[in-house]
């Protein structure tokens, strides 16, 4: 039992763990996590990596805009991936634009964690009218889309704060709005392996030792229910961050000057027409890799894990 | 079953109240509709006056109430931007939403399920392998991004010249590789069929159904790997079934089990989730609609959170809300038609 | 009922749509239009707005209008002269009728000024005129409080409706006369005016269909189009579209990232006309104390770069300024041009003792004017290179109207078009210090505030010989330009495009109302 103290070190059970052995022989789980820290670490290493900085307005030139990437007959040197339309370097604002997406995928991702597993272990722990206003909470959300949910909260914060607030914290706004959209996710995973794990001995035994519930519920019962929240937690995170960038491209997002994957494609939707698609079309490439390998590596983790899921 | 739809009832007016009520409390902050009535030059005791006799002015829960008791009659205010009843100009924008999403959800049943029923079959197959990896890119490209891409490639068209030209290979594959574009990407085109009312058909032309083409696809790109992944997963676990294997021992031809046996009970989870993602798919129309210019409700929503258009955002939040919530209990009632073993009780599950 | 279909009319009309309704009638010439907008409402009073006003020129005729190079053309009017300083006398024709079959007279001149008067978009452009008399009924004589030189200017606003027609009450015991803002009164379902087109049929927000009045006094417009349909397809992208497809012949508003595609595309001409619109920046003096040292301000114009804007985000499609009247109008100062020098900027800066710079926030409607939140953001980036650090905000105009109004931010874009077609319009209403009795300087965002420039204004506003005005205008803009009490970027160009055979130039103008009265249709397809 994972409360026991341990002879063995923590290093040492993940190295015999099935998990590393898995992944030591799936080539793609590792190319996916290989591909998942370069952009990571590109991304915030942005300052350093990219060849402009792309929020100091002083080395944007507007005569430079819209120049084509370097396979492209027109291109300039410096601008490896070629211009926006206001003359900012591509590289490094999509550098600085999936920094940005990151931030927000993460965050927003422990936000739900967070609020989710809280609900679901109360949930499935008191039961009754708790679990049955929790639950209906969640299904009422559920059954708008995450979108819907997200643009309503949005507006509703816009509305409370105020515009100009708004824009300042555009990023905490879209971490408080993307994880209040999702969190019955967790909620629902949470309960049902609750639900599971309460009838146990384990739980009982603790019960009759005269431990108090929420001792029960986080130092016991939570461990046993954390390896689902991990396994839905990679798709969350991809889904999160699939969220934002629709939110940015709907203009309900990132503004322009502080942009996000998302806004990046929204921005150079309207020149796409005209001709220029790498504006829009290069970010667009760099939210689906990243989306991708997350995805991929959440398929892995949920073979090997196989936990049990909340289904339909 | 009565019990079952009284709390479906209750649960449903329960819903609309909320959105109600949170529709009608940002309304606020989205802007001034008078700006938007007047022109640039108009004094502001002119427009002072409009606000009062448009009651602008009224404390909050009077405006809401005075709101509430008309919508129980039917009556969701005019359009401050087409100067029509709210729900006539929903129900002029609906038809092209219904259409799409219907077009969407046929590309999605006729594609999801051979392929979904294959993959579960031979599971080891380079094909099911293939159709696997590729459901999981369709997951990770979001829609607006399927739909600037198929833009660029049916609509606009796209020129490759990533090979050398001086080769044969090479410029038969930069030939094979470029597209001519011209598909019609915006709109629903001018080749609409009348039905009915106000039901403008783009289904009946074949103008109007090359319009349609596009914005479909994309629209089917989000749902269509869930629903292989969806039918493979259940496919397989009906095939290890006792049922199943005691069929195969009775020696039933195997396409009778597949298609017959099997299918039958691997519809049941997907008929499930399947209604509620249509239910969801009308809040996907909304990034649709914008990159196509689809002129339907998603793209309507979009414009009256840009123009304030008050009414018109409370109307459409409670119709899509009744959208929602009639969908979910249909597909609780079918599940429960199919699946006699559920019970259709009040109680939580 | 001869002429009144309209709600008969747009009751069987509701069920039909598109170009499916139009079976190509053996002479008949259709023009179908797609435009950005429909007009709001069938009461040309109701509301002031471009399509209201392109409406206006449908069914209705002026007084006299402005030709392409912004000199009168005797509409209603044949001529007219001043009487005494504020008194100017007009001869009417004589041979119009309404659509309704009563004839036109100066009675129904009288009631529509008196009428516009009392409509809460125009009783501030009219606040001028005192009265209007019926001398006899083919003369006029309009009375203005004050001499008042640009009384010809409101002339092009003055459509005269048919005072028998909407005189009465309804059935329902409302007036017939009154307006109702985004009501339903009798004046914005039925429709009677000299006009050259007939409305037969209309679905707000779907379609308005024209018919050619029979009785059209004109006689000697080239004008050749039988029915019109006019469509209004707000998305710019769609609107193109269907004239490509095909399914418009004619549209107006060209989006600048479709010009290209448009110019190039086969059998449809694109006419560019260069707009009168003003788009520009105005800096809170209020809110930021170095905005009020005229070298900061000069810096500022100093280092916007306003080629590089109309070329590259505008690709073209803007007409660089460094004053507010567009050429054309009387004020249009020939010398003023941009004075982009990023150097004499930083000078400026220097001199001002504000070479380190400051913060600042800037906001801006989003999708009100042509690309307004990429130039905003451009503007931005300039500015940067002087070390003025703008925190940008753009917002859709629903919000950015209440926003701008409260002058909560220190530098605001604004685009304005003078109602009156005239100079001095901008500086009363974006330059003039605030008075709020008065309503001078209603959207002079940033309080700018220059007693001798106003002084200048108000004196060339009764001034009425036409030279001397003239050149008070155009010093009052250089004024300006040397006090950088607006910062200009550019005019706004106007695009319309029409296939091949329909013959548009001549009848666009800069004032964005083509007269579709004297259309010409070449072919017969």
Request: proline content about 5%; overall charge negative; hydrophobic content about 45%.
């Amino acid at each position: 039992m994972t409360t026991q103290v341990s002879t063995t070190t923590r290093w040492a059970r993940f190295r015999d763990s099935y998990l590393l052995y898995s992944f030591k022989r799936t080539w793609s789980a590792q190319l996916c996590l290989a591909i998942f820290l370069c952009l990571v670490l590109a991304a915030f290493m942005a300052p350093w990596l990219a060849p402009t900085n792309p929020y100091d307005l002083r080395q944007i030139d507007i005569l430079d805009s819209e120049l084509p990437p370097f396979w492209i007959e027109g291109a300039v040197e410096h601008y490896t991936l070629g211009t926006d339309a206001q003359g900012r370097d591509l590289l490094s604002i999509i550098l600085y634009g999936t920094r940005v997406s990151l931030v927000i995928g993460f965050g927003a991702v422990i936000l739900q964690a967070i609020l989710g597993v809280t609900f679901g272990l109360l949930a499935g722990y008191l039961g009754g009218r708790v679990d049955a206003i929790l639950m209906r909470l969640a299904d009422i959300q559920l059954s708008f889309s995450t979108l819907m949910v997200a643009i309503v909260v949005g507006a509703v914060v816009k509305a409370t704060l105020g515009s100009s607030f708004y824009s300042q914290y555009a990023v905490l706004m879209l971490i408080l709005i993307i994880g209040l959209a999702e969190w019955p996710q967790y909620a629902r995973t949470v309960r049902a392996s609750v639900l599971a794990e309460k009838s146990k001995e384990y739980v009982d035994a603790a019960r009759v030792m005269g431990l108090g519930s929420r001792r029960i519920m986080f130092r016991h019962v939570l461990p046993n229910t954390l390896s689902p929240v991990f396994v839905i937690s990679t798709v969350q995170i991809a889904n999160a961050i699939i969220s934002e960038a629709a939110l940015s491209f709907l203009g309900l997002g990132m503004p322009e000057t502080h942009p996000s994957l998302g806004s990046l494609i929204k921005s150079g939707f309207d020149y796409i027409q005209s001709g220029s698609w790498w504006i829009t079309l290069i970010p667009g490439a760099v939210l689906v890799v990243l989306v991708l390998v997350i995805n991929l590596l959440g398929d892995w983790l949920r073979d090997v894990m196989n936990p049990r899921l909340y289904k339909g | 079953m009565i019990a079952f739809l009284t709390k479906r009832l209750m649960h449903a007016i329960l819903v609309m109240l909320v959105i109600s009520v949170i529709a009608f409390a940002i309304q606020d902050n989205l802007g001034d509709p008078i700006q938007q009535m007047v022109g640039q030059s108009v004094p502001e005791s002119e427009r002072e006056a409009l606000r009062e006799r448009l009651g602008l002015n009224d404390p909050f829960h009077v405006q809401y109430l005075r709101f509430a008791g008309n919508a129980i009659q039917g009556d969701f205010g005019y359009s401050y931007f087409y100067r029509e009843p709210a729900l006539d100009v929903i129900a002029r924008h609906l038809p092209a939403t219904l259409e799409l999403v219907f077009g969407a959800t046929l590309i999605i049943v006729l594609l999801s399920v051979p392929i979904g029923v294959y993959s579960a079959i031979k599971p080891r197959s380079p094909l099911s392998r293939f159709f696997m990896g590729a459901s999981i890119v369709g997951i990770s490209v979001p829609v607006f991004l399927t739909a600037i891409v198929l833009i660029q490639i049916f609509a606009i068209g796209m020129k490759v010249t990533l090979f050398p030209e001086s080769t044969a290979w090479g410029s038969w594959l930069n030939a094979t590789l470029s597209t001519e574009g011209g598909m019609p990407s915006f709109g629903r085109g001018q080749d609409l069929v009348h039905v009915v009312g106000y039901w403008d058909s783009n289904l009946f032309s074949a103008g109007g159904l090359q319009h349609l083409v596009l914005p479909s696809i994309a629209l089917a790109s989000i749902m269509l790997p869930l629903f292989i992944r969806l039918i493979r997963a259940e496919m397989l676990e009906v095939l290890q079934s006792e049922y199943v294997k005691f069929a195969r021992a009775k020696g039933i031809s195997s396409w009778r089990i597949y298609f017959v046996h099997a299918l039958k009970n691997t519809m049941l989870p997907v008929i499930t989730v399947g209604g509620v993602q249509i239910g969801t798919m009308v809040a996907y129309t909304i990034l649709t609609e914008t990159v196509f210019q689809w002129p339907g409700m998603g793209l309507m929503f979009l414009d009256a959170i840009n123009r304030a258009d008050i009414p018109l955002i409370v109307a459409y939040l409670m119709i899509v809300g009744v959208i929602f919530v009639v969908t979910n209990t249909i597909v609780d009632l079918i599940y429960g038609l199919v699946n006699p073993t559920v019970k259709l009780t009040g109680k939580p599950a | 009922m001869t002429f009144n279909k309209t709600l008969l009319a747009s009751l069987v009309g509701a069920t039909m749509t598109g170009a499916a309704l139009l079976p190509m009638t053996a002479n008949a010439e259709t023009l179908r239009i797609g435009y950005s907008a429909d007009p709001e409402t069938l009461d040309i009073h109701e509301q002031l707005s471009g399509g209201m006003l392109r409406f206006s020129h449908l069914s209705f005729d002026p007084l006299v209008r402005w030709t392409k190079d912004f000199q009168f053309e005797p509409r209603l009017a044949t001529s007219w002269e001043q009487v005494d300083d504020t008194t100017l006398r007009m001869t009417l024709r004589d041979d119009v009728t309404f659509h309704s079959g009563n004839t036109f007279t100066a009675e129904d001149v009288v009631w529509t000024i008196e009428r516009l008067k009392e409509s809460p978009d125009y009783k501030a452009i009219f606040e001028p005129i005192a009265s209007a008399e019926a001398i006899d009924d083919t003369t006029v004589e309009i009375t203005t409080h004050e001499p008042y030189p640009i009384l010809l200017n409101l002339a092009t606003y003055i459509f005269p409706m048919d005072s028998e027609f909407y005189s009465g009450t309804t059935a329902d015991g409302d007036d017939k006369a009154e307006i109702v803002k985004s009501g339903n009164s009798f004046a914005s379902r039925n429709v009677s005016g000299t006009g050259p087109f007939i409305v037969t049929e209309r679905r707000q927000g779907v379609r308005v269909d024209f018919e050619r009045f029979d009785d059209y006094w004109d006689t000697e417009s080239p004008g050749n189009v039988d029915n019109i349909v006019l469509t209004p397809i707000s998305e710019n992208a769609s609107r193109v579209a269907a004239l490509l497809s095909g399914g418009v012949d004619f549209i107006d508003h060209v989006p600048p990232n479709d010009l290209e595609r448009v110019r190039e595309a086969d059998g449809v001409n694109l006419v560019e006309i260069p707009g009168t619109r003003i788009i520009g920046f105005q800096l809170n003096e209020e809110r930021i104390e170095a905005f009020q040292d005229p070298r900061v301000r000069l810096a500022v114009a100093y280092a916007i770069n306003q080629e590089g804007i109309a070329q590259r985000l505008m690709r073209g499609f803007a007409t660089p300024a460094a004053q507010f009247s567009p050429k054309g109008y009387s004020g249009h100062n020939p010398e003023l041009t941009p004075r982009y020098d990023v150097d004499r900027a930083l000078e400026l800066m220097a001199e001002a003792g504000y070479e380190d710079g400051f913060e600042v926030n800037m906001i801006a409607p989003n999708n009100r004017y042509v690309n307004d939140a990429q130039i905003a953001q451009a503007v931005a980036n300039m500015l940067a290179r002087i070390n003025i650090d703008v925190n940008l905000r753009t917002m859709p105009l629903a919000q950015y109207w209440p926003e701008y109004d409260t002058r909560q931010s220190d530098i605001a874009m604004i685009g304005w078009h003078a109602d009156t077609e005239d100079s001095a319009n901008f500086f009363q209403y974006l330059s003039a210090c605030i008075n709020e009795e008065t309503g001078a300087g209603q959207y002079n965002y940033g309080s700018y505030c220059n007693e001798e420039l106003d002084a200048l204004v108000a004196t060339a506003d009764t001034e009425t010989d036409p030279e001397k005005r003239q050149e008070m205008l155009r010093e009052a803009e250089r004024m300006l330009y040397e006090d950088a009490g607006y910062i200009p970027l550019h005019w706004q160009n106007l695009a319309y495009a029409a296939r091949d055979g329909v013959d548009a130039e001549p009848i666009l103008n800069a004032l964005d109302f083509p007269y579709l009265g004297d259309l010409v249709i070449e072919d017969a397809n």
